[in-house]
């Protein structure tokens, strides 16, 4: 079974993330890349996937030249090879085009699942698994939070805020994951060091069939329009306890409509 | 020419050890404050330890140091010092498991299989044992004795600050086999089991670990014992203190990075008088001096490791690193606890555990003096031009 995974690099939620003045897009150069962390529990799942099954993992990552580094990280944990689409020209570009041109990149490859993560943690549109599922025509099974393949069918669990359902379909399929399904492995020190040798594919748009005037900040079919940073706390109120403070606290949280 | 970028095998590495760090580590840190302020112990538990270092070799990281041919990694002297510095960045005492003290390796082949294997395999633990309570720094004037009696060697003698005496089960013990010699053919280093009847005593320190006094009371040695050749002891012991001194201040430099970060944290947030601490110039300035040390503290230290990678005599320049990195790590530590004011006395954060714990540098694998002494003589004695360092 050969199986896609979708990696986005993302600047480092440790560091302080800033968005561009000039063009409202993320300054990338202002913070250390990482690999998107849901798309760490995607690459897990693969690779649980392939060890039970076999087949071949492949990483696809569509990003500026420093993803590089979060393809050597996948390639670390075990993937086998990795397609990178990397092209000044997607620059800017937003969810639904980002969702295009990984479908047309698939469209290169051989596949039987797609996993990705269910969002990423910098621009969080949470979009990309649908909209690509959409673009290939592909069922979409999303915030997986376990995964079971049986032949030529696939079953998740979907995570839902008061338990999970259970979705099945047929493959090819794509599929998000949540955090839950599993726990990232560490890379390995003897994969680091061979990590050099795998193969890794870099693609320009054209290469990977992608139409220059469907991707690209200029074609962006939503826009930032405005931003401004988050308004610094206030404040709190302190509350002496003169033995009413349980009722102060109820009271408080009834206001705020949590009780 | 000189280049200070790293390999993007050393760049994973680093990253390894710091996401470890980061996501196993850093977590059990406010427990191990509460145990070590409440006295119930210091440190990771064995069973914390020991499931760490299972973890970690799940993903081969296991004998930084030790040869490829005997499982490990056999990680360079550059990327070492960069794992080193990111261990640094905690106060918890961890190290990966599966190394073992680079004498054990002139250890004969029955040796190594009594010794050397299961000590990488974590079943058996060593420590080192020349200093004396009449030979520390001088380190020649050792006085412990062995004696032949038939095809057995006879050792009596005491040891002291014996980094790892308490839990070890075999001692590296250097005791003088013929006085007329002396260090210069004289000296002779035993492997030496627990069961064969020496003792330990816990010494307390101002640290949160303490090393051991050894007392060798008439212990009897097989001749088999012996590591490498009868009388030459003090090479080996010169070995073993040379096997990377460079490392020492690598874990202070990452100790400096945290607690500097810790500093900068608490500045921008404490405000007196109105206004945050980092708009005092005298804040700035002691955040400034310690980010300037810290880097020529990086250049010192990678310099030092880059020599021992390409087979240069780097002895002058790791007395350096681990000269400066003592001095300054005391001296940034220090820095921040007065940033912090009171809080930074108290025993709620790690702060005043690094000031106690980093004085140690100062004084252990050669104090200041001695590295000072070291340096002095290379040049004064013309050993080493001054300006010659990069050849
Ligand atoms: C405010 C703002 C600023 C932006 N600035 C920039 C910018 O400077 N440069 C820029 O290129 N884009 C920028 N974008 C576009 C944004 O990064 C895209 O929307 C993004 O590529 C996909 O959306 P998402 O991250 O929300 O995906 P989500 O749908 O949240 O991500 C789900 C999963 O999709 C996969 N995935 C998403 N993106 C990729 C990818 N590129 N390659 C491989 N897999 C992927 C991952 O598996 C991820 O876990 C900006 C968007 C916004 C809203
Ligand atoms: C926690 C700890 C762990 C240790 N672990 C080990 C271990 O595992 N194995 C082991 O064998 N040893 C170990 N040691 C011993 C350590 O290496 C010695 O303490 C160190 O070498 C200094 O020796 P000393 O204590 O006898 O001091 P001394 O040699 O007595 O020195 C006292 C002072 O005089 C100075 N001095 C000495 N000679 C000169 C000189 N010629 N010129 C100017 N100043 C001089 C010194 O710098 C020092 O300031 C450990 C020590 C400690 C504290």
Redesign the pocket.
């Known amino acids: 079974m050969n199986i896609v995974?979708?990696?986005?690099q993302?600047p480092d939620t440790e560091t302080e993330r800033k968005?561009?003045p000039a063009?409202?897009?993320?300054?990338?150069a202002a913070s250390d890349g990482v690999i998107?962390e849901?798309?760490e529990y995607?690459i897990e799942e693969a690779l649980r996937l392939k060890e039970k099954h076999g087949g071949e993992v492949t990483i696809?990552?569509?990003?500026?030249e420093q993803a590089t580094d979060s393809i050597r990280k996948a390639l670390s944990m075990g993937a086998d090879k990795a397609v990178h689409v990397c092209d000044d020209a997607?620059?800017?570009?937003?969810?639904l085009q980002?969702?295009y041109?990984?479908a047309q990149t698939l469209g290169t490859l051989e596949y039987d699942l797609v996993i990705?993560?269910?969002?990423?943690t910098?621009?969080?549109?949470?979009?990309?698994?649908a909209a690509l599922a959409e673009y290939l025509g592909l069922p979409q099974l999303t915030l997986a939070n376990k995964v079971d393949v049986d032949g030529t069918s696939v079953k998740i669990q979907r995570q839902t805020d008061d338990g999970y359902q259970v979705v099945e379909a047929t493959l090819p399929a794509v599929i998000?994951v949540v955090e839950k399904i599993n726990e990232p492995r560490y890379p390995s020190f003897k994969l680091i060091m061979a990590a050099k040798k795998k193969p890794v594919t870099k693609l320009s748009i054209a290469e990977a069939g992608i139409d220059a005037d469907k991707v690209g900040l200029a074609n962006a079919t939503?826009q930032?329009v405005d931003?401004a940073p988050a308004p610094p706390r206030t404040a709190g109120t302190v509350v002496k306890d003169e033995g009413n403070g349980g009722v102060l606290i109820a009271d408080f949280l009834a206001s705020k409509k949590f009780v | 020419m000189v280049d200070f970028s790293l390999t993007e095998e050393q760049r994973e590495i680093r990253n390894w050890v710091r996401t470890f760090v980061e996501r196993e580590l850093m977590p059990l840190e406010p427990e191990v404050l509460r145990r070590e302020r409440n006295g119930e112990g210091h440190g990771l538990t064995p069973q914390e330890l020991h499931d760490l270092r299972q973890l970690a070799k799940k993903s081969d990281f296991w004998g930084i140091q030790t040869p490829v041919e005997y499982g490990g990694m056999g990680l360079d002297a550059v990327t070492t010092a960069l794992v080193e510095i990111e261990l640094g960045r905690t106060f918890i005492p961890f190290s990966f498991g599966g190394g073992a003290d680079n004498i054990l390796f002139y250890a004969n082949e029955e040796q190594k299989k009594r010794y050397l294997l299961p000590t990488i395999a974590g079943e058996r633990k060593s420590c080192f044992a020349i200093t004396e309570p009449g030979a520390g720094s001088d380190a020649k004037a050792i006085r412990t004795r062995a004696y032949k009696d038939g095809d057995h060697w006879v050792i009596n003698g005491e040891k002291t600050f014996i980094t790892g005496g308490n839990e070890a089960d075999f001692a590296m013990v250097f005791a003088v086999t013929d006085p007329e010699k002396g260090a210069n053919g004289g000296v002779t280093c035993f492997l030496v089991d627990r069961e064969a009847g020496w003792r330990s005593e816990p010494i307390p320190t101002m640290g949160e670990w303490g090393p051991a006094s050894l007392v060798f009371d008439n212990v009897r040695v097989p001749e088999s014992n012996v590591l490498g050749e009868v009388g030459k002891g003090f090479e080996l012991a010169m070995k073993w203190i040379g096997r990377g001194r460079y490392l020492l201040p690598a874990r202070a430099l990452g100790a400096c990075e945290r607690l500097l970060s810790m500093a900068i944290d608490y500045a921008n947030t404490r405000e007196t008088f109105g206004k945050p601490l980092a708009e005092r110039q005298a804040i700035q300035w002691m955040i400034a001096d310690s980010q300037v040390e810290i880097e020529a503290l990086r250049l010192l230290v990678l310099h030092a490791a880059w020599q021992v990678d390409n087979g240069r005599d780097s002895r002058h320049a790791q007395s350096i690193a681990k000269l400066y990195g003592g001095v300054k790590a005391n001296e940034i530590v220090d820095r921040v606890l007065q940033i912090h004011g009171g809080m930074g006395y108290t025993r709620e954060l790690p702060i005043e555990r690094w000031y106690r714990e980093l004085r140690l540098l100062r004084i252990y694998e050669g104090t200041d003096e001695i590295q000072r002494r070291t340096i002095a003589r290379d040049l004064l004695k013309g050993y080493v031009k001054v300006g010659a360092s990069l050849g």
């Open positions: 995974v979708l990696v986005k993302v968005l561009d063009d409202s897009t993320v300054d990338r998107n849901l798309d995607a696809l990552t569509v990003g500026p997607l620059a800017g570009s937003d969810a980002t969702a041109a990984i990705l993560g269910s969002e990423s910098d621009a969080r549109t949470g979009v990309v698994g998000s939503t930032v931003f």
